[in-house]
């Protein structure tokens, strides 16, 4: 005699969508720091998520800008993304400007956006400086507030950045809120994702300072254009300290932690493991030479996919992203309008 053993139907699990959403402004030469910050994050949710990456052009000129150099910009910021491996095929491409939801919804969400919110920003802070108290711009300030509508117009859940842009996430995630409780239901309220290391990639001329695209200094960043000889000056200038000792200490010695961390996030070895390849060294050439070596190393293999890639190909790309990108966004600003009492 045989049993039947009936079985509770289970109810399929059904994951909610994972999507990505990150950017880099075309302010400048994108370095080390841009890449391991935040590209190399790109490269991990790739295929696991759907991942949206954009050259973002509108927040470039919240600092101004010569018309020429944003343009060539704009074109080798998504070159750098292919070349660093993002898959157009898998993850969508575009520059900022090319899907007009993005000033749009930023429009929205300024109106829920109190001023304080805004004078509160770091990077506010930061950057006015150089526009002083009474020329500070409204764009700079507004900043966090299209940076919000470009996360949140693609249901994003998750934001791979660098340390730098936690607060402006921050700011998107209570926009978000704000928004739906005012509104209903209309936005997810994104997570950031920032890796323990290699968030904040130090300035190699100063390592109590970001390490940063527009640093007035050369000697602030390894560009992904540079050369073997350009790293290898700009290492050896890297700042350090006295002690003549290799080991991890952010408070005490900023320079050669970050040496450590750059050169652990290029060659996947622990800080842990290369601190004990250098036990007993008591100056700081053999470090630098390494990181030297390891750095025009990876540079050059960047260097060589990059030459490969035709500006036909990346404006190809990037119209194909700006079409798939702008079906999402102009679906959700309708939504947007809905809610708002835009639409008749
Ligand atoms: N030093 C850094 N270490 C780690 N991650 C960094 N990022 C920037 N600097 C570092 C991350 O790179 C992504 C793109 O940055 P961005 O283009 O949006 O502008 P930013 O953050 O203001 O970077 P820069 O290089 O300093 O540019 P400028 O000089 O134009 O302001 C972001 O995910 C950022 O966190």
Redesign the pocket.
């Known amino acids: 005699m045989g049993y039947t053993v009936r079985m509770k139907p289970t109810k399929e699990k059904t994951e909610p969508k994972k999507i990505a959403f990150?950017?880099?402004?075309p302010?400048?030469i994108i370095?080390i720091?841009?890449y391991?910050?935040?590209i190399k994050q790109w490269l991990e949710v790739q295929g696991h998520y759907d991942a949206i990456f954009s050259v973002?052009n509108l927040?470039?000129i919240t600092?101004p800008k010569k018309p020429a150099e944003l343009k060539a910009h704009t074109l080798n910021a998504a070159k750098t993304f292919l070349a660093s491996g993002v898959d157009p095929e898998k993850s969508t491409i575009f520059v900022q400007s090319d899907v007009p939801e993005h000033a749009q919804l930023y429009w929205a969400l300024g109106t829920i956006t109190k001023l304080s919110e805004l004078y509160l920003m770091t990077?506010f802070k930061d950057?006015s400086q150089g526009q002083g108290k009474e020329g500070a711009l409204a764009g700079l300030l507004n900043y966090p507030v299209l940076m919000a509508a470009d996360i949140l117009l693609y249901n994003t859940t998750t934001v791979p950045?660098?340390?730098?842009?936690r607060q402006h996430v921050e700011l998107a995630r209570e926009l978000a809120r704000r928004f739906n409780e005012m509104f209903g239901k209309t936005f997810i309220v994104p997570q950031a994702l920032i890796h323990k290391t290699?968030?904040?990639?130090?300035g190699l001329d100063n390592p109590n300072k970001?390490?940063?695209?527009?640093?007035a200094n050369k000697n602030n960043y390894i560009a992904l254009t540079d050369t073997p000889d350009d790293i290898a000056g700009k290492i050896k200038k890297a700042v350090t300290d006295s002690e003549g000792s290799i080991h991890y200490d952010i408070d005490r010695k900023p320079g050669v932690s970050n040496l450590l961390t750059i050169l652990s996030l290029v060659t996947d070895t622990s800080i842990k493991d290369l601190e004990k390849s250098y036990k007993g060294q008591t100056t700081y050439a053999g470090l630098k030479t390494d990181l030297t070596h390891t750095l025009s190393d990876f540079i050059l293999a960047f260097q060589k996919k990059y030459e490969g890639i035709s500006d036909a190909e990346a404006k190809h790309y990037l119209r194909m992203g700006a079409e798939k990108a702008h079906a999402i966004a102009n679906q959700k600003l309708e939504e947007v309008y809905e809610r708002m009492g835009l639409l008749l």
């Open positions: 990150s950017g880099i402004q302010s400048g370095h720091g841009n391991l910050g935040s973002v927040h470039a600092i990077q950057k950045v660098g340390e730098d842009q290699g968030s904040r990639i130090m970001k390490m940063s695209k527009s640093a």
